[in-house]
């Protein structure tokens, strides 16, 4: 199990998202971002618009998933 926080992953807070994959970080970050904006919380609208759009257009958003797979992969195990 690795963790990340929602700022490595864009966003503007130290929430930490676990999971065995990178893809379980991003799913996590993606649902937390839904949950506070939501919630009325304007800090990590930009971030969610953010991830909106890499779910829109997963190719032009390559570059972005690649590096946090690359960054997951290099965390240490715990």
């Known amino acids: 199990m690795k963790t990340m926080t929602c700022k ?16 379980d970080v991003i799913n996590a970050q ?8 939501k919630a009325g919380d304007t800090e990590h609208v930009p ?6 759009g890499r779910w829109r257009h997963p190719k032009k958003s ?11 992969a290099e965390l240490p195990e715990g």
Do not use: I, Q
Not at 8 to 23: F, I, K, N, Q, R
Not at 30 to 37: A, F, I, N, T
Not at 47 to 52: E, T
């Open 8 to 23: 490595d992953l864009g966003g503007p807070c130290d929430l930490v998202h676990s999971g065995e994959t990178a893809d």
């Open 62 to 72: 390559l570059g972005w998933y690649n590096d946090v797979k690359k960054r997951f």
């Open 30 to 37: 993606d649902k937390h971002l839904k949950e506070v904006v």
């Open 47 to 52: 971030a969610r618009n953010d991830m909106k």
